[in-house]
Nanobody
Framework: QVQLVESGGGLVQAGGSLRLSCAASGRTFSSYTMGWFRQAPGKEREFVAAISWRAGRTYHADSVKGRFTISRDNAKNTVFLQMNSLKPEDTAVYYC?????????????????WGQGTQVTVSS
């Protein structure tokens, strides 16, 4: 069993920054892709960013490219999402997820393990 625990969410003004963390435990993550998704009220869950664990390849959704950065600390089994220049439309619950497959996937269906989510609210 894999456990993922997110932290770092909160309330911030537009233009501000937050750093989300996702601590993973339970199994080795040496071959896992880790991703961040978000879900706003009344909307579907959407892909935000992902990082392949071994090679460190990253991919960011167009809506956050240049503002958000995904990174990881393998020694601590932790994935981060640095969010800068936040906008009110970034308001959502942010979820960390683990994908045991090879490569980077954008669909939530590819991710087997999920955290409980952390709320990010950006005020205008």
């Amino acid at each position: 069993q894999v456990q993922l625990v997110e932290s770092g969410g909160g309330l911030v003004q537009a233009g501000g920054s937050l750093r989300l963390s996702c601590a993973a435990s339970g199994r080795t993550f040496s071959s896992y892709t880790m991703g961040w998704f978000r879900q706003a009220p009344g909307k579907e869950r959407e892909f935000v960013a992902a990082i392949s664990w071994r090679a460190g390849r990253t991919y960011h959704a167009d809506s956050v490219k240049g503002r958000f950065t995904i990174s990881r600390d393998n020694a601590k089994n932790t994935v981060f999402l640095q969010m800068n220049s936040l906008k009110p439309e970034d308001t959502a619950v942010y979820y960390c997820a683990a994908d045991p497959g090879v490569g980077i996937h954008f669909s939530a269906l590819n991710y087997d393990y999920w955290g409980q989510g952390t709320q990010v609210t950006v005020s205008s």
